[in-house]
Structures are given as structure tokens and as C-alpha cells.
């Protein structure tokens, strides 16, 4: 009866246990995406069966030893393991796999919830070549990355707040200055045209007047469905706020370093601004996709999170530069060495510490030698999700990276750049120097560099970092946003009141008038 009781236990907990996992695999460089697609399920075709013919072995070894009484539980676990792979199991429980179908093209595996059985199974795979036709490498837990940002957003509902804050992020008035004090001007060589800018992050409010410019925003969603409240499974509105702040940092009307970027928002994060590890991964494979459609045209991604090292991510982010896409990625706010983190280890990701408004390095931000500069992301103002004209105040790595971002969309504007480093060495050689204040930071390798974007360009001395040509300022007229007035752009613009584009010094004062018309409408919509 011990013997019985022990098989039921086993059922019922391995039942109940299923987690997701990402299972990678040393699969050789096919000829192509497709090839590599067909591949890849191939394998995971090959270990559904290996797991199916391990849970029937193992079914059949605990049915010689229970006694008649528990043969219906035996029966009822058989039926499940025959609608493998919807379901499987062994008569102790120990292997169950479901799911195991959500193949990546950014790295050599896919996602499965398995078994704490079926886990062991597979590692053991993994240790001993097993006898797929491609080895098994890991299997690990599908982690959750989470928003690096801290604590709850401040939305701005305060009329002198809303005039005020409208007119000028200091994160943005500081971009192009190389000294303190703040002059409460922003001025910009360029505006980002041409260029793609993907927020992988928890979506876009894309109806908020700091996109007004943007026409038909592109997006997709992989946070996995149902969500609760209920929600289109396409739609990639934002439901936590995150994603629609980073992107008006990027590329707001008002608030952006860039506003003639393009916007992909890439929902990965649900309304608890936090997704799986497989999320991220979809998302990129996501972006590679659109990037392939796109030849010739600048993609830059921002990467506002950061978690323990994982190969799967770190494979992720290199396939991205390996595509020609520049990444920005936050360094992360547990303030550690950000090189035991992904994807801020990466040496071609420009990783991004934060500072204060009066230069010192942020008490959260983490740091060390893999952070390439630092940037504003202590109480940084941008658009917000409550309504289309809200704004909010938030801190943390994640507002440091949007700036970075913008900075490097307003460079490959203007350069045809060769490589992820080579647009790193740049923006490192242009930076303004900073004193680091945190003794740790300094002894730990931080580079005392913050960014800098000069109203006139890279300066002359960083182009060889580059390695290139300046582009001509037509080149890429054709690939820019619509304006407003055109019939994909028409629309209330926030901004310049010419209707342009923004390129140029922006000031406080004419922005103060704009504040007062969005605090008109917000105190409609609150």
C-alpha cells in the first residue's frame, strides 16, 4: 500500500507542477530562417517522442507493481499520455510535458512546460547527447524579466505641473549640454528620420499626442493569452504604463530626443510590467522578421530591463546586432556589477547607468566596466498611458536607456555605421566626462562618461570610431513618419507649431503654451 500511496503522490504533485521552460539545442547553421524553423521543429518533434516513449516505459514498470486498486489511476494517466503532445505522463508522474512548441529563430531551442520528470529527463539528455540528431544544450526555467524601473510611476495632474513638465524633460535638457547648469533649452542636428526604433516593453498608448507624428504605429503583442481583463490578442496597448513612457523619451513630439524615429512598440511585459523569458524571445524573433523586410534601414532597439545572465537572452541580443540592429539596454537597478546581468553584459550593447539631475551616478543604478556611459533617469517626465495628453514622472535605469536610444537614432540619421561597436565607440567618444561620486562605482570600473549629444553633430574627432561616411541629409527622406496633414499623419501635432518636424532649440516658454492646451484636455479626460 506504501508503494500505491507513493504513485499517487507522485501523480498529483508532477500534475500540478508544470513549469515553462526554454530548451536550447546546438542545432548546425542552416541555409535559411525557413530551414533553420523546419529544423528546430524536427527536434522538438524528436523529443516529444523521446518523452512520450520514457513516460510509456515508465508507465509500464509502475503498473507491474501497484495493486488492482490503483489500475484506473494507471488507466486514466494512459489515456493522457496518448493525446501526447498535448499532455503526457508516467504512471509515477515523473515526466510530463505539454506546449512544447513555441520555436525560436533567435536562438537554437523553444519554450515547453515540463515536469520536474521531464526536466530530468532532458538534462540528462543534455549531458549525454541523448539520441536526438542535434545535441541538447540547457533547460532551463523560463524566467521573468521585469521593468527596470522603480517603484510606481508619479503621474503629473497639477496644472502648474502639467505646463511646466510639458515643456522639457532636464533628462532632455541635459543631453546636449556637456556641463551644468541646465539652460532650459534642448537643441538636435537631426530628428531621428529614417530610422526604426523598437520598444520591446509593455506596449504603447499609440493614440497620446507625443505620437501624434507617427501615423499608423506598427506593433505586435506576445504576452500570452487570456490576459485578464480580457484583450485582443494583436493589440499592443499598453496596460502598465512602461512601454508608452520609454517611447516618448525616444521619440515624443515634446519629450523625445528623436521624434522623427519611426516606433515599433514590441509588447513583451503584461500589465504588471513583467513577462517571460520566452516573451522576449518571440518578441526579437519579431523584430528580426521586420528587419529583414526593411533592408538598408536603421533599426535600433531598447532593452529597459535586466536579469541574471541567460544564455538564451544573451544568444537573443547578439542575433539582433549580428542582424546590424543597435541595442540600448538598460545597466539595471540593483546596484551591482551590470556584467552578471542580460543583455547589459553584451560588449556591442551600449548599456546604460543613471544620474541624477546634478550628475552623480543614480543609488540604484548598478555599474561597473560593461556599462559603456551613463544617462538622465532620476524622476525623467514623458507621455503616459491614463489619457492621450498625460504625463508622468519615473526613475530607474529604463528612463536611462530611452535616451541613449534617441541619441543613436539621431546618429544613424546621419552616418551610415558599420557595426554595434563601432556606433558604441562613438557615442563613448563623444561623451561628457562625470565624476563619480559613488566610490564603488569608480573602484568597480564605471566609465566616467555621460551622454552627450551635440547640437551639431558627432564631432569630427569621434568619426573615425565610425568608420563611415555622413549621409546625406535626403538619404533618408522617403523613410521618415508622415507629418501631420498627410492622410496617414493628419492630426492635432504637439510640437513646433510650423507643422515640421522638430529639429532645433526648443525653449520653455512657447512650451508653456502647449502645456496649458494639454492641461485643457486632461482635465477633460481625468
Known sequence: MFRVALVALLLCTAAASLESYIVTIAAPAPASAATHGRRLSQIAESL???????????????????SGAS??????????????????????????????????????????????????????????????????VSVVPDAVVRAASLGQAEPLVVAAQVAAEAALSWGLDRLDQSALPLDGLYTAGAVGAGVDVYVLDSGVRASHAEFSRQGQIEGANFVAQPESPPRDPASFADCAGHGTHLSGTILGARVGVAPGARLIAV?????????????????VDFVLRRMASRPGVPAVINLSFATARLAALDAAVASLIAAGAFVAAAAGNSKIDACGTSPAADPNVLT???????????????????????????????????????????????????????????????????????????LVCSASPLGLSDPAAAADGTPPLLLFSSPRGLAPACWPAMAAERREPAARASQAPPAPGTAAGAGAGVGASSGALRSGRISLAPALALGAVALAAALLLL
Not at 516529444?48 to 501497484?66: C, E, I, W
Not at 544620474?355 to 507621455?383: E, H, K, M, N, W
Open 48 to 66: 516529444r517522442a523521446q518523452l512520450l516513449d520514457a513516460a510509456r516505459a515508465q508507465r509500464a514498470a509502475a503498473s507491474a507493481v501497484v
Open 71 to 136: 489500475i484506473d489511476a494507471i488507466g486514466e494517466v494512459s489515456a493522457a499520455v496518448e493525446q501526447f503532445p498535448s499532455a503526457g505522463a508516467d504512471a509515477g508522474g515523473a515526466i510530463i510535458a505539454e506546449d512544447v512548441s513555441a520555436v525560436f529563430a533567435c536562438v537554437s531551442g523553444f519554450a515547453a512546460r515540463l515536469s520536474p520528470g521531464a526536466v530530468a529527463f532532458l538534462t540528462a539528455q543534455a549531458h549525454g547527447g541523448g539520441a536526438t540528431n542535434a545535441a541538447l
Open 267 to 283: 509588447r513583451i511585459y503584461g500589465c504588471d510590467a513583467s513577462g517571460p523569458v520566452s516573451a522576449v524571445l518571440k518578441g
Open 352 to 426: 546604460v547607468a543613471s544620474t541624477d539631475a546634478d550628475d552623480a551616478l543614480s543609488s540604484y543604478s548598478s555599474f561597473g566596466p560593461c556599462v559603456a556611459l551613463a544617462a538622465p533617469g532620476r524622476d525623467i517626465v514623458s507621455a503616459w498611458y491614463g489619457n492621450d495628453v498625460s504625463l508622468a514622472r519615473m526613475s530607474g535605469t529604463s528612463m536611462s536607456s530611452p535616451h541613449a536610444a534617441g541619441v543613436l537614432a539621431l546618429l544613424l540619421e546621419q552616418f551610415e555605421a558599420p557595426s554595434a561597436a563601432a556606433m558604441r565607440a562613438a
